[in-house]
């Protein structure tokens, strides 16, 4: 059971460049642009978390399955090394997800418009690889609620944590009580990357993720019910 009142949040960042591939950045960028298919959130889900005036949000995502087919570099870090740092973060055994369609997500945000849904995490572990830099005043921060489970951008923004994203640097941090999402870039040119990781314990495990998220997340719910039920 989660306490009653919320805690702060709390994140971890580590410097993980040392543990990729000389040509990560361009490995995952390659990725991104042969795989990431747009859709349109429609934020109805459990953990949705978007003000009733939003309609849906635009998203590019690249699943997990092509994800962990197209990087097993990536793969073998979330298994191994990443897994165990939050294992030594959290104190306790973290597992990865035994479905690979959400055990690493690329995101994606290209351009100014483009932002990702306010809403909490349903797994008690997320794992972020940072793969582009964004600096102060750039945009592309992961904004966080400091007050708990609030609805829209508007009132996470009231007080909020922002972490900046760093190439290279993996965050880790429970993000089941706070809302959050990212925001738009500045550069109408630019584009922000990011490998989004689902980990669990055994008081959380992936038998308790929503059953809707994955088909409110990816942009083919037919083959992610496949998937599921395989
Ligand atoms: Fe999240």
Redesign the pocket.
């Known amino acids: 059971m989660l306490p009653d009142v919320v805690p702060p949040f709390v994140w971890h960042t580590f410097d993980v460049r040392d543990r990729l591939p000389s040509n990560w950045e361009s490995q995952i960028r390659a990725t991104t642009d042969a795989h990431a298919e747009q859709h349109d959130l429609v934020p109805m889900s459990v953990t949705s978390r978007e003000d009733v005036a939003i309609a849906s949000v635009a998203v590019l995502t690249v699943d997990g399955t092509a994800a962990a087919t197209a990087l097993p570099w990536l793969n073998e870090l979330y298994a191994g090394a990443f897994r165990e740092l939050a294992e030594h973060v959290f104190g306790e055994p973290v597992a990865v997800a035994a479905n690979p369609v959400y055990g690493i997500n690329l995101n994606v945000q290209r351009g100014a418009e483009m932002r990702y849904e306010c809403?909490i995490?349903s797994n008690p572990i997320?794992g972020l690889l940072y793969a582009t830099t964004h600096a102060p005043g750039s945009g592309g921060e992961l904004v966080v609620a400091n007050r708990g489970d609030v609805r829209g951008v508007e009132e996470i923004e009231l007080d909020a944590t922002r972490i900046h994203p760093v190439a290279g640097h993996l965050v880790f941090f429970d993000?089941r009580r706070h809302s959050?999402y990212v925001a738009p870039l500045a550069d109408p040119s630019g584009q922000r990357i990011v490998a989004a990781m689902n980990f669990y314990t055994a008081g959380c495990p992936e038998t308790a993720r929503p059953a809707d998220l994955s088909s409110h997340l990816f942009s083919n719910p037919s083959d992610v019910k496949e998937t599921q039920n395989a």
């Open positions: 809403h995490d997320g993000a959050h």
